[in-house]
């Protein structure tokens, strides 16, 4: 349902223009909290470009923030909104020590997506998946670290991944990070959270088998 709104023309402050947006932003970019923002302000820009700055109501926090809108047709539709606070993922201590590489490019994927940078963000997930799963087998065997790091992430999980529960999941993880870099995407059902969920997958199979063997040594 369009919602109408009346915004100050940028060219002419005097004026005011009618105008209708599709939706409200649902998140504060600032203290991560699902709202409904306070509507301050709204500017029509040049270029079809329409404006709104928003205040979030949660009293503890308060800040304002700008959203964008670009027109089609008749209504202007949602763009994103302001840089807030960043938020990066933790990951666990033995993740940290196996490959701060993948945590790095994590990490950064998922800045990307936080500013709606969904084309890059899910290449980037795709190549932390290659970090952790390389760095995963070059920690189980060191004398082919030359090779696994020469070789293709798919050879890599079919020829050198034992764990019969990661192999599957790091194969299908794989299937959807290449979906991330081609023209034609294969698995149109899917989108960038199954490959997220399935690095998740990934991680807890890489994380208990650390753990076994951490145990096995100390007791």
Not at 87 to 97: A, M
Request: proline share 3%.
């Amino acid at each position: 349902m369009a919602i109408q709104i009346s915004a100050i023309l940028f060219s002419n402050p005097q004026t005011k223009e009618s105008v209708y947006f599709d939706k409200f932003p649902h998140q504060c970019p600032f203290c991560q909290n699902s709202m409904t923002a306070r509507t301050y302000q709204a500017f029509l820009k040049k270029e079809g470009f329409l404006e709104i700055t928003y205040v979030c109501p949660n009293e503890n926090c308060g800040r304002v923030f700008l959203s964008q809108y670009k027109k089609y047709h008749t209504i202007y539709e949602y763009v994103s909104s302001t840089t807030g606070t960043i938020l990066s993922r933790e990951f666990s201590e033995n993740i940290y020590n196996l490959t701060p590489s993948f945590v790095e490019i994590y990490n950064q994927a998922l800045y990307a997506e936080s500013i709606n940078l969904s084309h890059i963000s899910g290449i980037g997930y795709r190549k932390a998946l290659e970090f952790l799963i390389k760095d995963y087998l070059i920690m189980k065997f060191p004398e082919k670290e030359v090779l696994i790091k020469k070789k293709f992430l798919g050879n890599c999980i079919k020829e050198d991944i034992d764990n019969t529960n990661l192999k599957e999941i790091a194969e299908r993880a794989a299937w959807l990070g290449n979906d991330e870099a081609h023209y034609v995407r294969k698995w149109l059902e899917k989108d960038v959270n199954d490959l997220k969920r399935l690095i998740d997958v990934a991680l807890h199979w890489i994380e208990m088998e650390i753990l076994t063997e951490q145990y096995k040594t100390e007791m």
